[in-house]
Structures are given as C-alpha cells and as structure tokens.
C-alpha cells in the first residue's frame, strides 16, 4: 500500500507572492501517476497538475509548477503570482499505473492554503 | 471537456430508507468510475471501484452489501446506501476515469451531501 503525507495543514501568504506546498509519499510501485487537486468552498475536486513518474521532466500548467524527486519521493506544488480564487484545500494524490485498469486515488491530508488580500 | 456530474447534489432522509447517488461522464466514457467519501475537514477516502459491465470492487471496511453500486453503461454508474443510519452522513464524490490518450486522469463530480436523521 501507498501512503501520501502532507505535512502542512494550513498555509498563508500575500497576494501575488509565491507558495511551496509540500507532498511525500512512500510506495513500492516503480510506475505511478501523482497529482495535485484543489478542492475550493464548493468542494469540488478540481485537477490542478498531473506528473508521470516516468517522465524526468517536472510539470507545469501557467502558474502552477511542482518539483518530482523521485528518489526522495517528494512532489512539492509552486504556485507563483498567488490570486485570492486560489485560496483553497489542496490535496496530493498518488496513483498506481496498472497494465489494462485503472486504480483508485490516495490523498493526503490536505494544505488549507489563504491568500491573504 | 472531462465534465462530471452527480445528482443528488445534497439529500436528507430518515433512518432506515435507501438513497441513490447517480454519477455520470458528460462528455467522454469512462470505463471506470470511483466512489469517495469524506468526512467534515478531512480527506478523501476510496470506497470502491466501479467497472463498467463487471462488479465492484470495495476497499478494505467498506460494506459492499451496504453499499450497492452499478455501472450499467460507460457513462453511468451509481451508488445506493442502503437502511442508511446517522452515521453514514459524509459528503460522497464520485470520479470518472479519462484514459483516451494516455491520460489516465481522474475528473470528479460536484459531490452529493447525505444527512441521515
């Protein structure tokens, strides 16, 4: 089994600063999926960024970047120039790569993140 | 693209009765669907696997007489919890896998709030 720790259970910055939320797991499996979603007041589970464990290269999608060590099996999120819309829980989760199916999810605790105005 | 709905989105009823939770892909199919649940301020948690065409599969301590689920078509699965008592009230969220591609990404519903009384 794999497990997903989120160490920090609340983070605040400023408006337009830039954030580190940080995210290990530990695992057996050699071919995996990671990803970070962002769960705002509504509660809808919104992907923010996906990493392929085979791939080296780290994932970016406009503001949101993460740094994948896979030997240390650490997957941190950046968020860089911080807006108020992304005050939010953000989850890390990990996914096993199977053959033909499909698995399920393993979050982390969750970072309660506030952008302050 | 990758939208996924759920109906009801909150539900009250009384102790004893059975409630349905209907998730769908509205704009792709998904072979697989997940249940989740999770509980006030904390995470998520797999409750099972829904394949389309085949049965479930539960995770460890979830009772899959207590909770039925069906995936009748690729765009479709629901989930019923059956003679709900009090301590089955949790906010369920279903998720739809997009493989087309190589993605391999899980997209999830609004989320269904259940109060039993």
């Known amino acids: 089994a794999q497990t997903v720790t989120q160490s920090q259970p609340e983070m605040s910055v400023q408006e337009a600063e830039t954030v580190t939320l940080s995210c290990t797991y530990d695992?057996?499996?050699?071919?995996?999926?990671l990803f970070w979603y962002k769960q705002p007041p509504s509660r809808q589970m919104i992907l923010v960024i996906r990493?392929?464990?085979?791939?080296?290269q780290n994932a970016t999608e406009n503001r949101f970047s993460v740094n994948f060590q896979k030997a240390a099996k650490s997957f941190s999120l950046k968020i860089s120039d911080s807006q108020l819309g992304d005050t939010a829980m953000y989850f890390c989760a990990f996914m096993k790569r199977s053959g033909g199916g499909a698995d399920g999810l393993t979050f982390g605790k969750g970072t309660h993140l506030i952008i302050q105005p | 693209g990758a939208v996924v709905s759920q109906h009801p989105s909150r539900v009250i009823c009384k102790s004893g009765t059975s409630v349905k939770i209907e998730c769908r892909s509205l704009d792709f199919q998904a072979t697989t669907m997940f249940w989740y649940r999770q509980f006030p301020k904390q995470s998520l948690m797999l409750m099972a696997t829904s394949n389309e065409g085949s049965k479930a599969t539960y995770e460890q301590g979830v009772e899959k007489d207590k909770f039925l689920i069906n995936h009748a078509s690729l765009t479709l699965s629901t989930l019923t919890v059956t003679s709900a008592h009090p301590e089955d009230s949790s906010f369920y969220i279903c998720?739809?896998?997009?493989?087309?591609?190589?993605?391999?990404?899980?997209?999830f519903g609004p989320g269904t709030r259940l109060t039993v009384l």
């Open positions: 695992t057996s499996e050699s071919n995996y999926y």
């Open positions: 990493q392929e464990a085979y791939k080296q």
């Open positions: 998720s739809a896998r997009d493989g087309a591609g190589g993605l391999d990404t899980q997209y």
